[in-house]
């Protein structure tokens, strides 16, 4: 299993929403060899594990309503491209993980096509059928809208079936029954082509939480246990991520058998903070998720992320300053856990909902045609006007771009920082709110990291405990090597001290 070679666990994971990232064929859309093209990129920034949005042949752009789960959209390439992807990325030991969507799939897929001719079709019992009447006896008809699906009516007409279908996000995306063996069966077929066939890393799990509908919830985890069983005896080394879009308390039984899972959590409280300008005990509530998750699998991974292509981007959140970018950056990165970036927060893109402008063409050059830069999409937030391109990032020494590789480079060299497993992080005796302190601890080089949420300045007196931290190992606005017991720390900005004590050792 991949928790028991600690080594070799990605540590800095990137998301690409592919359609966005690179076009190699000058169509307007990002593809399987954009994202070869780049690669020295994204190790050069610290990269260790990448996660593709959907490949998979389908008729909307986001391709989330897979219509073939073996094959590459033709607009995004081939399977040999995605074959040269995996190794020149392996290569680089980059590990790439694929979006599986396994909750549902597109009515044009050839499953829901023969489905949908009647009840005595064999595809039938791959999804949810109902007549109106049993469905209104059952008082299922509606559903609460969800952070992920505002979807009210979630049955829908099939023309000339008496019965209904469910689909919790829209129409197009009928749910998967996996009351089904032989729907399982299809299923394990599809993990082992991607895992064995073709050699992905692993998963990233959409829609984690909604397998089962509302009515049946409780088969969530079976089915999970189902899933973790048939990898670990295929692959035991793959990662599996899954997107469980709900509170600390609902996330934390997935662990036991999926290895990580998105901190939702964390990131809407990581938001709140940085727009308020006041911690919320931030430290204190993710020792109490810690010890939660923990019960489930001692070994879990917490994927942290600013925000996710579901998301408005974090620029945005924060009005655009670079500062409260740069600020979050430093947050994220010296948290616990497994951080995943969203392309292009590392240029301080914009974006806000709806979902596709949240999605917009990463900026490579100031060039207005620039035949690597996509263009399925006009950008609205991330222009010409409000975005440095990176092309001007790379060698400017106060650029978000830069903030960001020399944040990874530093998570990267501290141990204190990197450690995925048994997260290490402790509260800190400073009770101003404006401020986010706390300890990763360490046998040899423990760190203090101190964070300054708010638009003014803050004196500082490190307690007691903490006053053999005086090495800065970064800081953001601060140019000297060492501080005293006493200093001040700019407004929206970070330090990293070292233990004097701990170096002479």
């Given amino acids: 299993m991949i ?17 966005s990232f690179c076009d190699s064929n000058g169509d307007g859309i990002g593809d399987i060899n954009g994202i070869i093209s780049k690669l020295d990129y994204l190790a050069d920034l610290g990269i260790e594990a990448i996660w593709l949005t959907p490949i998979h042949p389908s008729p909307s752009y986001h391709k989330y309503d897979v219509i073939d789960f073996y094959e590459v959209d033709p607009e995004y390439g081939s399977l040999d491209d995605f074959r040269e992807l995996l190794r020149q990325a392996h290569q680089r030991n980059i590990a790439v993980y694929l979006d599986l969507i396994v909750n549902h799939i597109s009515t044009l897929h050839p499953w829901f096509v023969e489905a949908s001719k009647g009840p005595d079709n064999p595809y039938r019992e791959f999804f949810w059928w109902m007549t109106p009447e049993k469905i209104e006896a059952m008082g299922i008809e509606k559903r609460e809208t969800s952070a992920d699906s505002d979807e009210v009516y979630p049955w829908h007409e099939n023309p000339g079936d008496e019965e209904l279908f469910y689909g919790m996000f829209w129409k197009g995306m009928p749910d998967l029954n996996y009351d089904s063996e032989n729907l399982r069966f299809e299923l394990s077929k599809i993990i082992y082509f991607w895992l064995i066939d073709i050699g992905v890393d692993g998963f990233r799990l959409d829609a984690a939480r909604h397998i089962y509908p509302p009515w049946v919830e409780f088969n969530n ?14 692959k035991p080394e793959a990662y599996t991520v899954g997107e469980i879009w709900a509170t600390t308390e609902e996330v934390a039984p997935y662990f036991k058998n999926l290895n990580a899972a998105f901190n939702f959590d964390l990131s809407f409280a990581l938001q709140r903070m940085l727009i308020n300008e006041k911690n919320e005990d931030l430290t204190a509530k993710l020792i109490a998720s810690y010890t939660l998750f923990e019960k489930y699998n001692p070994r879990f991974m917490d994927a942290i992320m600013l925000t996710n292509h579901d998301q408005s981007r974090i620029g945005s959140v924060v009005g655009g300053n670079p500062e409260k970018i740069k600020l979050a950056a430093s947050i994220l990165l010296t948290l616990p856990g497994q951080p995943y970036i969203y392309y292009g927060e590392e240029i301080g893109m914009l974006g806000m909902k709806p979902d596709p402008n949240i999605r917009e063409p990463f900026m490579w050059s ?17 222009t010409a006007e409000t975005v440095v391109p ?61 964070h300054n949420l708010s638009e003014t300045a803050v ?22 090597e060492r501080i005293e017991k006493q200093f001040v720390l700019p407004a929206w900005s970070s330090i990293v001290l070292a233990s004097q004590d701990r170096i002479s050792k």
Avoid: M
């Fill in 3 to 19: 928790t028991d070679h600690p080594e070799k666990i990605p540590g800095v994971c990137y998301e690409i929403f592919v359609r």
């Fill in 221 to 234: 985890q079976n089915f999970w246990w189902y899933f973790d069983y048939f990898v670990r005896n295929i």
């Fill in 366 to 382: 100031e060039r207005f045609a620039d035949p690597e830069k996509t263009n399925w999409i006009d950008p609205v937030f991330s």
């Fill in 390 to 450: 990176l092309s001007r990032q790379q060698h400017h020494p106060d650029s978000v771009f830069t903030h960001y590789k020399s944040l990874i480079a530093l998570r990267k060299s501290q141990p204190a920082l990197s450690r995925i497993l048994h997260p290490n992080i402790e509260e800190v005796s400073i009770t101003d709110n404006r401020l986010l302190a706390f300890l990763r601890d360490d046998p040899q080089h423990p760190v203090l990291v101190i």
């Fill in 459 to 480: 004196s500082i007196t490190l307690p007691e405990k903490e006053t053999g931290f005086t090495t800065v190992l970064f800081a953001t606005n601060i140019p000297s």
